[in-house]
């Protein structure tokens, strides 16, 4: 299938965005947090890999060469936004495409693969990483769940497998920091003095109110049990599958008798972002501007 896709076989090419599209959309939208951008990225990406192909060395190579450009296009995401290129997130544009604000890539990991216990609580910590951590995540979670390879998550990273084996201990730290987190903040009854100590927060999850929060764990005889009992989180993950792409990205990236294939066990009428099946302004100009590209 590479290769006719290589020797520009249309039918082959498709087939090939159909099988590969879920894992994109899980990395960058694990890596976005469910950014109104999620779908944008996720399409160049495929538009990218479909224009470079002719540049792959062999079939063997690419699945860690799609992987290495996906996350080129996250780290030109967040330049951009960092640049102030594209917004940040929450403004109007952003609303037509989120029925619910609130939505974001984990209540879709949550709903859409029926988390409970301690893997809906992993899923919970991840809202608490930073945003490189997140990045790392996207990837490492798709290790653990049997999807990706240690070396092509070190040749996404543009790291050593060594380096890239400590960049994700250092990660599953904060990781497991946040899940007690995450615990003491759900805790029934709540503790009094992180209730004092929250009183001030705005309720958005942050790398700072994560060292704050863990810092009061770590010091609270009503706090500390939360650190007792946490399940390895790559147990926790192992056999998880992808978050299904929904039927409006798809729409946007695949044929019409492909979108099936590219949305299996999708929630009917639901979109990559967790809006319903209504198409907005928005996603309608996407999905024009992305069959225009498709044709040229």
């Known amino acids: 299938?590479?290769?006719?896709?290589?020797?520009?076989?249309?039918?082959?090419?498709?087939?090939?965005?159909?099988?590969?599209?879920?894992?994109?959309?899980?990395?960058?939208?694990?890596?976005?947090?469910?950014?109104?951008?999620?779908?944008?990225?996720v399409q160049e990406t495929m538009l990218r890999v479909?224009?470079?192909?002719?540049?792959?060395?062999?079939?063997?190579?690419?699945?860690?060469?799609?992987?290495?450009?996906?996350?080129?296009?996250?780290?030109?995401?967040?330049?951009?936004?960092?640049?102030?290129?594209?917004?940040?997130?929450?403004g109007l544009a952003d609303a037509y495409d989120v029925v619910d604000p609130g939505a974001d890539f984990v209540d879709l990991t949550i709903t859409r693969l029926g988390?409970?216990?301690?893997?809906r609580e992993t899923a919970e910590a991840t809202r608490w990483l930073d945003e490189d951590d997140r990045a790392l995540l996207s990837l490492w979670w798709l290790e653990s769940?049997?999807?990706?390879?240690?070396?092509?998550?070190?040749?996404?990273?543009?790291?050593?497998?060594?380096?890239?084996?400590?960049?994700?201990q250092r990660m599953k730290a904060q990781l497991e920091t946040a899940r007690v987190v995450v615990r003491a903040l759900s805790a029934n009854p709540p503790c009094g003095g992180l209730?004092?100590?929250?009183?001030?927060?705005?309720?958005?999850?942050s790398a700072l109110w994560r060292k704050r929060l863990a810092r009061h764990a770590?010091?609270?005889?009503?706090?500390?049990?939360?650190?007792?009992?946490?399940?390895?989180?790559?147990g926790l993950l192992v056999g998880l599958g992808l978050v299904p792409v929904g039927a409006v990205l798809a729409g946007l990236v695949l044929p019409p008798?492909?979108?099936e294939v590219g949305s299996a066990s999708a929630v009917s009428g639901a979109s990559g972002d967790g809006s319903s099946g209504q198409v907005s302004a928005r996603a309608q100009a996407r999905r024009d501007r992305a069959r225009r590209r498709r044709r040229t």
Do not use: K
């Open 1 to 41: 299938m590479i290769r006719a896709a290589q020797d520009g076989n249309q039918q082959a090419q498709d087939a090939l965005v159909a099988e590969y599209l879920p894992l994109v959309y899980n990395i960058v939208g694990r890596a976005l947090n469910g950014h109104a951008d999620v779908d944008d990225v």
């Open 50 to 90: 479909l224009g470079g192909l002719d540049g792959l060395r062999g079939p063997e190579t690419f699945r860690s060469w799609l992987v290495a450009i996906t996350m080129n296009q996250i780290r030109g995401h967040w330049r951009e936004r960092a640049s102030g290129a594209i917004p940040a997130g929450g």
């Open 115 to 119: 988390l409970s216990g301690q893997r």
């Open 145 to 168: 769940a049997g999807e990706l390879t240690r070396a092509e998550v070190a040749e996404a990273l543009e790291l050593s497998p060594q380096h890239a084996a400590v960049r994700v």
């Open 195 to 205: 209730r004092q100590i929250t009183a001030g927060w705005d309720g958005v999850p």
């Open 218 to 234: 770590r010091g609270c005889s009503v706090c500390e049990g939360h650190w007792s009992n946490l399940v390895p989180a790559e």
């Open 257 to 259: 008798d492909l979108v």
